[in-house]
């Protein structure tokens, strides 16, 4: 079960980290490239700061963004601003994330997100975890993948293989760091019959000769295992790296979808 209440703790800790860290730049070097394609540093900052908005909107039953274009161009108006902006709005938008979540409310109930993403209000915060740490790896500033909290890599390697579960463009594909395992993908007779995408810590894999066999049986599917540091799976799994750090056997590294 989702602990929201240790998540906003969690999300609390992560912008501060971020904002120490952004309190050394200046306003020429927040002008420069990110490691996000076409964006600046203040781009990501701002985005950060409109995210923190846009789930405000979510918690209390409102759109996240009033339309696509709409958040894009809030971007956009709002990367060349100065640094010292940058930060205080940062700061402001995630106090006022955190007031709303104190307020007493049913954190079991399902909230909309973006393209009509659904999820448990608990998970909220998790969501918004995510969006700090990684974000504060885009800005290319010293925190890599490496640096993120363990429970975070986790929690997040476990997400994004939910994700991808199921997906008819994503081989069967088992993760592993030597000591974890998760599954995603299409699934093979194997995963359906000990239920799917498997979470952090699943025991080992199945085998893959267990399916009914004969003429005329259909073609089961051969599992990729794909095996790294969990920063290079992270990393893998939110487009932050091509995966050439990774061993891939029984097949090619798999071609992720776009989040």
Known sequence: MTDHVRDLAS?????????????????????????????????????????????????QGRPMYVSARARDADIERDAPRPLDVQVADVRDTAARMRDVAAVPADWSRTVELRNGVTDSASRVPFRRWVEVELHHVDLGIGYELEDLPEEFTEREIAFLADRFAGHPDVPPTRLTDGTRA??????????????????????????????????????????????????DLLGWLAGRREGTALTVTGGALPALPPL
Do not use: C, F, M
């Open 11 to 59: 999300v609390r800790d992560a912008t501060e980290r971020l904002l120490s860290a952004v309190a050394a730049l200046d306003n020429a070097s927040t002008a420069e490239p990110s490691r996000l394609p076409g964006w600046t540093r203040g781009h990501v900052l701002a985005h950060l700061a409109r995210n923190a908005d846009a789930l405000v909107n979510v918690l």
């Open 182 to 231: 998760w599954r995603t993908g299409r699934r093979t007779e194997e995963t359906r019959d000990t239920g799917g995408a498997g979470g952090a810590g699943e025991a080992g894999v199945t085998e893959e000769t267990g399916a009914a066999g004969g003429a005329g049986a259909a073609e089961i599917t051969k599992e990729i295992t794909v095996t790294g540091p969990p920063a």
